[in-house]
């Protein structure tokens, strides 16, 4: 399969706990972007990388958040001290120059 | 990026082609619409884009009006498995910055055997 991978698919922590998601784009794409989306809304933005730079980040992205692409292949994206309100799926998308985005199935967080 | 409107839901028979309307009337010139769908718990799809042109892909066809400030996408025999969330979006691409997607509620649709 050679569509973007997301690991772990689910999780469930803790609050206070920290967690960390992984992101496999589709090889030789070189910008890759995260999302979050809770029940019944779109998914809304919270960072971009073009190779290993990241360009943009998003107002929803506390300072508990911190998202990396070492060598501009796979990113991860750690939530510190864990909250309620980020239980949410996590979503990864990355595209080529032209821009249209492909997205992987997920990571659904929940916090107890 | 512009800001479009959906419908909220739409029902269509099996096999019959689904018509999902969106209008985004304050596009910009340099502003593609795109189609993007969700089915329940997994990521979204992309679907198809278009500038000005009509679009056919093997999934679905894309038609914008000629001004531009409303485009159509269709399903041209729905089955069940298209039950799903389907969001227009539109945006400027090629973008060497700000090229995030911004999303809004979509429309569900409901493929009904």
Sequence with gaps: DTGVSQNPRHKITKRGQNVTFRCDPISEHNRLYWYRQTLGQGPEFLTYFQNEAQLEKSRLLSDRFSAERPKGSFSTLEIQRTEQGDSAMYLCASSPPTDTQYFGPGTRLTVL | ?113
């Design chain 2, 1 to 113: 990026d512009a800001k479009t409107t959906q419908p909220p839901s739409m029902d269509c028979a099996e096999g019959r082609a689904a018509n999902l309307p969106c209008n985004h009337s304050t596009i910009s010139g340099n502003e593609y619409v795109y189609w993007y769908r969700q089915i329940h718990s997994q990521g979204p799809q992309y679907i198809i884009h278009g500038l000005k042109n009509n679009e056919t892909n093997e999934m679905a066809s894309l038609i914008i009006t000629e001004d531009r400030k409303s485009s159509t996408l269709i399903l041209p025999h729905a089955t069940l498995r298209d039950t799903a969330v389907y969001y227009c979006i539109v945006r400027v691409a090629w973008e060497t910055s700000g090229s995030r997607l911004t999303f809004g509620e979509g429309t569900q649709l409901t493929v009904n055997p």
